[in-house]
């Protein structure tokens, strides 16, 4: 109500002109939950993310037509062994004012590096062995082997560049006050209702933002934060339900932005002893009938998949590999019984309440295993719980509703490969097969694509083999957005969950 009487004054000042589209202004964004952190390294889920891309860039981040765009860095030269980086800094400014030097890329990377750290992509961004800062505006990345997918993954959200001095004083505390080079610079953190940015008038895209600030309001239930795009409380909402979707589509005040990209899927606690054979994984695939998640969790839409979750035309996509599973109950049980639980066993199946599409996938996936005899004890807890429950590997075995972070081939290390860290949000936690790490390694060494797509090929029968995940569907992941709202981009595929990069687009009449 506040928000509508701020509209109806700003409307009556300017009545002169209610036939034009007016600069600036304020936006309110629907998050369908309260970021856990803003702490740039750490993954927070899709609403932290959304925050996080409104204040910082990275050297490069992905632009909204899926590709790398370069931000910070001005330019870039990769050596024709892929591996040497060199970065070339524009002239851009921090929230604080300071300029972003090399020093500020070192300090934020190393932090990153940190084998003490919560870098939630060390792991995939270890290959750095050396940063080099010649000048002011150049640094220059050292990798301890070819890497081609480096790229992918300093365009992540969690690689964002922030001031050396300022983590200086506050790496142990990165969520207070922070400051980063974007489009919009943070203002206030109101718990349990909303975080506010403003305008940064030093961003480096000259004319961008548009808006005069950005109100992310948190609302957990789905059908609040629904019913608070439909009355105008709300410009922008996440995680349209699915039961929702059709009658936002149709508007006529509303309008859907629907992505084709997550999927939904299980992953397994290997050391938990049923879980730690790959017989009983198998078993799982043949016994669910994507069917009834599709219909139970999705009002019907959705695709299922049968065998790894990579999109068609992606790198180690393969048609005949496709369809490795179908759904087979005999198929199951004999898998079952070859392991040794030829009467099934009791397990644990992690969650959320918070998503009702997460919690109805739970629910369809009891139903289904109990006609193997699998009797499910299902842990919902609200989001942040289970992003914890998850990042410690307190579960049997959980439902995964995520995608590739990068739209490389070397996304697939996020979710198999094993060694020193081994519990993490995507993978399945303990699972460490020195085959698939030997694979995945060559696959982002090798800087020749024909032969990369044999390595990938590999990859994916040994992942079938022993299915440390199982996949079951692709799901939409939509938003919407009132009439008046336009420059905000649902961006393709995997990306869909960095979509908030487009903020820095989007006006408001």
Same mark, same amino acid.
């Given at each position: ?16 002109? +209610? ?6 202004? +304020?936006?309110?964004?629907? *998050? ?5 952190? *803003? ?10 993310? +959304? ?76 290959? &750095? ?49 922070? &400051? ?35 109100? #992310?309001?948190? #609302? ?36 859907? *932005? ?11 606690? +290997? ?10 994984? $198998? ?30 035309? #992606? ?47 739970? &629910?369809?996936? $009891? ?47 996020? #979710? ?26 060559? @696959? ?12 990938? @090929? ?52």
């Amino acid at each position: 109500m506040k928000r509508i009487l701020q509209m109806a004054l700003a409307a009556g000042l300017l009545g002169l002109m +209610t036939t034009t589209a007016l600069a600036g202004g +304020t936006l309110y964004f629907g *998050l369908s939950a309260e970021p856990s952190t *803003l702490d740039t390294i750490i993954q927070p889920g899709t609403a932290g993310r +959304t925050v996080k891309l409104a204040m910082h860039r990275g050297l490069v981040n992905y632009g909204i037509d899926g590709k790398i765009s370069p931000e910070l860095a001005e330019n870039y030269e990769i050596s024709p062994d892929a591996k040497e980086y060199t970065f070339h800094l524009r002239d851009a400014k921090f929230h604080d004012g300071s300029p972003v030097t090399a020093a500020d890329v070192k300090a934020s990377l190393e932090r990153i590096l940190d084998p003490k750290g919560k870098g939630a992509f060390r792991n995939e961004l270890s290959i &750095i062995s050396g940063i080099d800062t010649p000048d002011v505006k150049t640094v220059k990345l050292k990798l301890s082997q070819p890497s081609v997918s480096l790229m992918g993954y300093l365009a992540l959200p969690e690689s964002v560049i922030v001031p050396a001095a300022w983590l200086a004083k506050n790496a142990d505390n990165a969520t207070a006050s922070p &400051i980063g080079a974007g489009p919009f610079q943070f203002v206030n953190w109101t718990r349990g209702r909303e975080i506010v940015v403003k305008k940064f008038p030093g961003y480096y895209k000259q004319g961008k933002p548009d808006l005069d600030e950005v109100h #992310y309001v948190f #609302y957990g239930d789905e059908n609040t934060r629904v019913n608070a795009l439909k009355s105008g409380d709300v410009d922008i909402i996440e995680y349209v339900p699915a039961k929702d979707a059709t009658a936002l589509e149709k508007g006529p005040d509303t309008e859907l *932005l629907t992505m084709n990209g997550p999927f939904m899927g299980l992953q397994f606690n +290997t050391k938990f002893e049923p879980f730690s054979k790959p017989e009983v994984r $198998q078993a799982i695939a043949y016994a669910v009938d994507r069917s009834v998640i599709i219909n139970t969790a999705f009002n019907g839409l959705g695709t299922p998949i049968y065998g790894i979750a990579i999109p068609e035309g #992606y790198m180690g996509y393969s048609a005949e590999k496709a369809n490795y599973f179908s759904h087979d109950i005999d198929k199951a049980k004999a898998l079952l019984k070859k392991a040794g639980y030829p009467n099934g066993f009791e397990a644990r199946l992690l969650a959320s309440s918070q998503y009702s599409f997460h919690q109805n996938t739970a &629910i369809a996936i $009891q139903s289904e295993l109990a006609k193997i005899g699998i009797k499910l004890t299902l842990d919902l807890p609200d989001w942040a719980s289970r992003m914890a429950k998850a990042n410690a590997g307190d579960y049997d075995f959980a439902v995964l509703g995520s995608l590739g972070e990068i739209t490389d081939a070397d996304w697939l290390s996020n #979710y198999y490969y094993g060694g020193d860290k081994l519990v993490r949000t995507n993978n399945s936690p303990y699972f460490d097969d020195p085959q698939i790490n030997e694979i995945l390694d060559k @696959g982002r060494a090798t800087v020749d694509s024909a032969e990369r797509e044999k390595i990938y @090929g590999a990859f994916v029968d040994r992942a079938l083999e022993l299915s440390p995940l199982v996949f079951f569907m692709w799901r939409h992941q939509d938003y919407a957005v009132r009439k008046g709202v336009t420059g905000f981009t649902n961006m393709p595929g995997f990306l869909t969950f960095q979509s908030g990069f487009s903020i820095e687009n989007t006006k408001i009449e």
